[in-house]
């Protein structure tokens, strides 16, 4: 039976960079998951008896919110849900799933890369039938329904059990458990040369992946180790646990410090790679070298028509601002578009559905390409191994010699986290107001050439994006970017871009905060950060 249920609504569920991310405790309160899911199936226009696909990276509280939404899919007039076994599905995966089997839509349970458990944080983020996430357009919608609910439809039966493949009915709706990594890896097998890599594997190349006790575990056992032959043991922290083993799910320098030391090790594995909490993010280690998630981009936009999927080139590139200038120099040489676009995969969404771009990438860890519409941490891993296995070389190798061919991009990311909201407002304000007089202004050795707050319009269909982040790019070919993360539960995060150029393969060796040095105390003076937010040093630099 359906029930209509009387409810009172949130003031703030405004979906962020991507979907709306909360403190579970948050999501606990009554009827907030119902609230928000209600807006969602309030805005999307469905035909009748179309199919939702719904999954999350497993994390607390997954399994609660899987079973909401399927009885609330069941009163909203869907005629067919696809769950992932367990409530298990990585976003790319669920973005290849709403695609293969004509979804109208997804519901995707994950707060990517923030950390788990009951005091941990959650997320709820809606996917079109693109496979990719919802735009402005439809998560502003969502939003204003939900500052004016007064009810949530909801099927009064529980909903089946999903830890088994099989078929169920609530009501007139199929239920349909599926593996959640099959179709997957299927996928992969496609796009990628499997027999060349696991030749490669077979002569003795070691990879360790560290899937961080979040939702690539099962995938990468299944492609890295059944499919492709790789040993026993060479996925670590492979299991999904709902807190991720008390750990971060971010494979950054901080979070996945474990696996980077091994690979610094003389006699530790030739690849490393870590996914984070959802699977849409990469991390890429080389034998005593990490690679920037920007110079990942260019590396695999150069050197995608090694794989079967891109041998006949790719079409263009598009990178998110703040991701550093390296993948344009690549899009030059190779006669392709390149296209500069707001932080947030779902900006990428048009692009690729007209065909303009192949590769898309962003700093904050995230490549990926046409093959879903959402970033894809086991593709990039995949797309390298399958790079190194034609080309017979190494990570380092290969980065030096796109750096001898292009130049080299220096680059970090400086992370202030949790500042109190209206101090990290006033100092973006502040520069804000600074705009207008900052070109020609000279900053130690370096003078502005031009500086401006990004504003996007969306070549496909006209829509524009203002107030994107703080640019200040130097003669020289330097460049600033400020912004405040969309993806924080608590207090504000100023992320600080900072990137210099240098053609010069002499200084290519050089140690990237050196080759920084002077941008990034430029940064502190432009920005103010010392005296308005009282930090001196970031929490994090990527
Ligand atoms: C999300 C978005 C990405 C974005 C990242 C960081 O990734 O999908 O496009 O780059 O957040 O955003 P911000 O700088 O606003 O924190 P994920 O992996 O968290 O879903």
Same mark, same amino acid.
């Given at each position: 039976?359906?029930?209509?249920?009387?409810?009172?609504?949130?003031?703030?569920?405004?979906?962020?960079?991507?979907?709306?991310?909360?403190?579970?405790?948050?999501?606990?309160?009554?009827?907030?998951?119902?609230?928000?899911?209600?807006? +969602?199936?309030?805005?999307?226009?469905?035909?009748?008896?179309?199919?939702?696909?719904?999954?999350?990276?497993?994390?607390?509280?997954?399994?609660?919110?899987?079973?909401?939404?399927?009885?609330? %899919?069941?009163?909203?007039?869907?005629?067919?849900?696809?769950?992932?076994?367990?409530?298990?599905?990585?976003?790319?995966?669920?973005?290849?799933? +709403?695609? $293969?089997?004509?979804? %109208?839509?997804?519901?995707?349970?994950?707060?990517?890369?923030?950390?788990?458990?009951?005091?941990?944080?959650?997320?709820?983020?809606?996917?079109?039938?693109?496979?990719?996430?919802?735009?402005?357009?439809?998560?502003?919608?969502?939003?204003?329904?939900?500052?004016?609910?007064?009810?949530?439809?909801?099927?009064?039966?529980?909903?089946?059990?999903?830890?088994?493949?099989?078929?169920?009915?609530?009501?007139?709706?199929?239920?349909?458990?599926?593996?959640?990594?099959?179709?997957?890896?299927?996928?992969?097998?496609?796009?990628?040369?499997?027999?060349?890599?696991?030749?490669?594997? %077979?002569?003795?190349?070691? +990879?360790?992946?560290?899937?961080?006790?979040?939702?690539?575990?099962?995938?990468?056992?299944?492609?890295?180790?059944?499919?492709?032959?790789?040993?026993?043991?060479?996925?670590?922290?492979?299991?999904?646990?709902?807190?991720?083993?008390?750990?971060?799910?971010?494979?950054? %320098?901080?979070?996945?410090?474990?696996?980077?030391?091994?690979?610094?090790?003389?006699?530790?594995?030739?690849?490393?790679?870590?996914?984070?909490?959802?699977?849409?993010?990469?991390?890429?280690?080389?034998?005593?070298?990490?690679?920037?998630?920007?110079?990942?981009?260019?590396?695999?936009?150069?050197?995608?028509?090694?794989?079967?999927?891109?041998?006949?080139?790719?079409?263009?590139?598009?990178?998110?601002?703040?991701?550093?200038?390296?993948?344009?120099?690549?899009?030059?040489?190779?006669?392709?578009?390149?296209?500069?676009?707001?932080?947030?995969?779902?900006?990428?969404?048009?692009?690729?559905?007209?065909? $303009?771009?192949?590769?898309?990438?962003?700093?904050?860890?995230?490549?990926?390409?046409?093959?879903?519409?959402?970033?894809?941490?086991?593709?990039?891993?995949?797309?390298?191994?399958?790079?190194?296995?034609?080309?017979?070389?190494?990570?380092?190798? +290969?980065?030096?010699?796109?750096?001898?061919?292009?130049?080299?991009?220096?680059?970090?990311?400086?992370?202030?986290?949790?500042?109190?909201?209206?101090?990290?407002?006033?100092?973006?304000?502040?520069?804000?107001?600074?705009?207008?007089?900052?070109?020609?202004?000279?900053?130690?050795?370096?003078?502005?050439?031009?500086?401006?707050?990004?504003?996007?319009?969306?070549?496909?269909?006209?829509?524009?994006?203002?107030?994107?982040?703080?640019?200040?790019?130097?003669?020289?070919?330097?460049?600033?970017?400020?912004?405040?993360?969309?993806?924080?539960?608590?207090?504000?995060?100023?992320?600080?871009?900072?990137?210099?150029?240098?053609?010069?393969?002499?200084?290519?060796?050089?140690?990237?905060?050196?080759?920084?040095?002077?941008?990034?105390?430029?940064?502190?003076?432009?920005?103010?950060?010392?005296?308005?937010?009282?930090?001196?040093?970031?929490?994090?630099?990527?």
């Amino acid at each position: 039976m359906i029930e209509t249920i009387a409810t009172k609504p949130y003031s703030d569920q405004k979906p962020g960079t991507s979907g709306l991310r909360k403190k579970v405790p948050h999501f606990q309160q009554q009827n907030y998951v119902q609230n928000f899911l209600q807006a +969602i199936f309030d805005t999307v226009a469905k035909g009748e008896r179309e199919t939702l696909v719904i999954g999350g990276d497993g994390r607390f509280f997954n399994r609660d919110v899987v079973a909401i939404a399927i009885r609330m %899919a069941a009163a909203n007039g869907y005629g067919r849900v696809i769950v992932g076994k367990d409530g298990i599905l990585s976003t790319p995966a669920a973005s290849n799933l +709403i695609r $293969k089997r004509g979804a %109208a839509g997804g519901i995707i349970l994950s707060a990517s890369h923030n950390p788990g458990g009951p005091d941990g944080d959650f997320g709820i983020k809606y996917n079109i039938e693109n496979g990719g996430p919802a735009p402005e357009r439809i998560t502003s919608k969502i939003f204003e329904k939900t500052r004016s609910i007064e009810a949530y439809r909801i099927y009064s039966a529980p909903a089946p059990h999903f830890n088994e493949i099989g078929t169920h009915k609530l009501g007139d709706m199929e239920i349909e458990i599926v593996d959640p990594v099959a179709d997957y890896a299927d996928l992969m097998e496609e796009l990628f040369d499997f027999q060349k890599i696991r030749d490669l594997i %077979a002569s003795g190349f070691r +990879i360790r992946f560290d899937a961080m006790h979040a939702v690539t575990g099962p995938y990468a056992t299944e492609i890295l180790e059944h499919r492709l032959g790789a040993p026993a043991g060479t996925v670590i922290n492979g299991e999904p646990k709902e807190d991720f083993g008390g750990g971060h799910p971010d494979p950054n %320098a901080v979070y996945a410090a474990e696996l980077i030391d091994e690979l610094m090790q003389g006699d530790g594995p030739d690849f490393g790679a870590a996914s984070d909490g959802d699977g849409d993010r990469n991390l890429i280690v080389g034998k005593g070298m990490v690679v920037t998630p920007s110079d990942s981009l260019a590396v695999l936009a150069a050197n995608a028509h090694l794989a079967p999927a891109y041998r006949n080139g790719i079409a263009g590139i598009a990178r998110s601002m703040p991701t550093s200038q390296a993948a344009d120099r690549v899009a030059r040489k190779l006669g392709v578009g390149i296209y500069e676009t707001p932080t947030g995969w779902k900006y990428f969404g048009n692009l690729l559905d007209a065909g $303009k771009v192949t590769i898309c990438g962003e700093e904050s860890a995230g490549t990926g390409s046409d093959h879903v519409r959402e970033k894809d941490g086991v593709w990039a891993v995949l797309l390298w191994l399958n790079i190194l296995a034609e080309r017979q070389e190494g990570v380092r190798e +290969i980065m030096e010699s796109h750096w001898a061919e292009y130049g080299r991009t220096f680059y970090q990311r400086h992370d202030f986290e949790e500042i109190e909201s209206e101090k990290a407002e006033g100092l973006m304000e502040s520069l804000r107001d600074r705009l207008a007089s900052m070109a020609g202004q000279r900053f130690g050795s370096l003078v502005v050439s031009e500086a401006d707050d990004f504003s996007y319009k969306d070549p496909i269909d006209g829509s524009v994006a203002t107030g994107q982040g703080v640019r200040i790019v130097f003669s020289g070919g330097g460049r600033i970017v400020f912004r405040l993360s969309g993806t924080g539960t608590s207090g504000a995060t100023l992320r600080v871009y900072i990137e210099r150029y240098e053609p010069d393969p002499a200084k290519h060796g050089e140690d990237p905060a050196e080759a920084l040095a002077e941008l990034i105390s430029i940064a502190d003076s432009v920005g103010e950060i010392r005296k308005r937010t009282g930090r001196s040093e970031p929490d994090v630099v990527t």
